[in-house]
């Protein structure tokens, strides 16, 4: 009786596990295949693609321009239909999105290698470095830092990296064409501002080892200022750098900025 | 288990051997000192655990000019030795191109022990705080891959490079590693004060030194609290705002109203020999330090409750006995081992 049970128990076990990773709803097995994935990033204003030097209007009547735009993406994970996570190596989960790296058509590619072959419904990523990450100090980060520094994402007076920049000027009703910073990242413990941003996909993103697919993903910049909680640049959002108040409220409007437009199965 | 995977380890270093000798990687254990008489450790040294060679390599880039744009400003030329590695004389530091800086070199010493660094904490990671001076225009004015490639242009860096760290690679990681390493090491702990608190070696402190220390503990320590003198907050003393540099201190970082003119409480080793004092270097000696106390600082908006005294002004009302004996006691803070410990010396 007992044994039966146990048998059972492990005969359970082995169909779950087989079940869950090796083979999809077809049957077709994908044990120990792995393909590339490439998370297309499209940097929008609402419905317009974003280009540097244009004006874009925001609220308040004010406007802006900008000749840098990046932001740190950082622990990359999928989610396939049973609930399988797969999360892209620590060390090298962590990329810097540069418009300026754009293809024509303002595409930055962030390519994942190795990725477990399966048909994944959901993508979540970070934006800039969490709390675990900066802990670990410069363990793992290889020349990371380096890159950071030369991308202008490490601050030289605080010992911290900035999650996002937007540089550019300003226009108000009162003013023209003033320096806009944003900067935003987080400060040691004292100050947290990773943010997990969790996007479903409209189809399902099949990893395989002879296919390419990519998920192409929006992101619209408007929301950075009008997003979640509408900021003004005349009332010190134009110069944002480690204040405790006006950091978590960019934080949470970035958050918000990501939406997943499409997907290619190439 | 500690024992398992030290066999582990050893094993595989032997078996090891024949392939390293290619880049000569080694990895000999370095104990940092923990007195018992310190709080607990601050730096997680199981991910950048101290090696000899590591350590070595931290010294070398401690003193290495290359981390600097003219070649010239290293770490020590800020940090030296005698003064537990702060500028010696100068209230204000200068570096390259004789830039000088807002505040006054802090001593370093006991690293591991501290959570956040500089006058403002505005460094929380100390594998991250050599980037301020490094990349800083008024100290060493350079960027990271320019001091990476000037190292990696170095037979000498390469060679040791590849003896500290495994993968043997010249990166911004591994320079940081090894600086920390190298700061992790320097820990003050053998001052006369510490002997006797540890009861070692019969160290006994003067009638004046404990009276001192006495005076030290009712009105200082609510501040400069435990062994290491510092309860790790960032407080307003009183200190009258110097308007050519309106530092505003950890108000900087956050711009919190409450935060305007704070700054960390220092920690008061080896203090004999750290003047200037104060995060602008603006007293040259104790007896200063201790008549700003009595005297009473200005109210500046944001002056420590704890300051407040019955007559309305902020500061530690001192008799001239109890000032000089704090100042005796002070003084048994100095530890000579660490000043003269030659494993921190450049030559």
Not at chain 2, 60 to 82: R, T
Request: proline letters at 3%; aromatic letters at 12%.
């Amino acid at each position: 009786m007992k044994i039966t049970k146990i048998a059972f128990a492990i005969m359970l076990c082995i169909s779950m596990i087989s079940c869950a990773s090796d083979d999809d709803a077809s049957g077709e097995d994908l044990t120990g295949q792995t393909g590339e994935l490439i998370l297309k990033f499209d940097n929008g204003v609402g419905d317009q693609d974003f280009i540097f030097g244009t004006t874009y209007s925001k609220s308040n009547n004010e406007s802006y321009k900008l000749d840098n735009l990046k932001y740190i993406i950082s622990n990359v994970q999928l989610t396939d239909d049973p609930g399988n996570v797969f999360t892209y190596p620590t060390a090298d989960n962590v990329f810097i999105v540069d418009e300026a790296n754009g293809n024509n058509a303002g595409e930055i590619y962030v390519v994942l290698e190795n990725v477990t072959a399966a048909d994944y419904v959901s993508v979540s990523f970070g934006v800039g470095i969490d709390q675990d990450r900066f802990a670990l100090g410069a363990d793992g980060q290889g020349d990371f830092l380096e890159y950071a520094q030369d991308q202008g994402m490490f601050w030289s007076w605080a010992s911290g990296y900035k999650f996002i920049r937007f540089d550019g000027t300003f226009s108000s009703d009162t003013m023209t064409d003033e320096p806009l910073n944003l900067h935003m990242g987080s400060v040691g413990t004292s100050l947290d501002n990773y943010r997990a941003v969790n996007l479903t996909l409209p189809n399902t993103v099949r990893v395989r080892e002879a296919s390419q697919p990519e998920i192409h993903i929006v992101a619209d910049i408007s929301q950075a200022f009008d997003g979640e909680t509408s900021v003004n640049f005349m009332d010190g959002y134009d110069q944002v750098h480690t204040d405790a108040n006006e950091t978590p409220i960019i934080a949470n409007n970035v958050m918000g900025m990501f939406e997943v437009h499409h997907i290619h199965n190439n | 288990m500690k024992k398992v995977t030290l066999l582990v380890l050893s094993l595989c270093v032997f078996s090891c051997s024949k392939t390293d000798e290619i880049n000569g990687y080694q990895a000999t254990p370095l104990e940092v000192v923990i007195p018992e008489n310190f709080p607990q450790i601050q730096y997680n040294l199981d991910n950048n655990p101290v090696t000899q060679e590591g350590f070595e390599l931290g010294k070398l880039l401690f003193y290495e000019g290359k981390l600097s744009s003219n070649d010239a400003i290293s770490c020590a030329f800020c940090h030296e030795q005698a003064f537990a590695f702060t500028h010696h004389g100068h209230t204000l530091s200068h570096g390259v191109n004789g830039g000088v800086g807002f505040r006054n070199a802090q001593p370093i010493q006991n690293m591991a022990y501290q959570m956040e660094f500089m006058w403002d904490g505005a460094a929380s990671h100390l594998d991250f705080q050599p980037i301020i001076p490094i990349t800083s225009e008024l100290e060493m004015g350079e960027i990271l891959s320019n001091v990476i490639n000037k190292l990696k242009n170095d037979a000498g860096y390469q060679y040791q490079f590849g003896r500290a760290f495994e993968n043997g690679e010249i990166n911004s990681e591994n320079m940081l590693k090894a600086l920390s390493q190298f700061m992790n090491m320097m820990v003050s702990s053998n001052s006369k004060y510490d002997k006797y608190v540890r009861g070692e070696d019969n160290v006994q402190l003067s009638n004046i030194e404990l009276d001192g220390l006495a005076n030290f503990e009712t009105n200082c320590a609510s501040c400069h609290a435990t062994d290491l003198f510092t309860d790790h907050t960032y407080r307003n003393n009183g200190l009258s705002v110097n308007p050519m540099l309106d530092d505003k201190g950890r108000y900087n970082l956050f711009e919190n109203p409450d935060d305007l003119y704070k700054f960390r409480v220092p920690s008061l080793r080896n203090i004999e020999v750290t003047y200037p004092y104060m995060h602008d270097g603006r007293f040259s000696t104790l007896e200063a330090v201790l008549e700003f106390y009595n005297s009473g600082g200005t109210d500046n908006g944001n002056v420590d409750p704890s300051l407040l005294r019955e007559n309305g002004t902020y500061g530690i009302t001192l008799s001239n006995y109890e000032k000089e004996s704090i100042i005796a006691f002070l003084n048994t803070l100095t530890d000579h081992e660490f000043l003269q410990d030659d494993r921190f010396s450049e030559f």
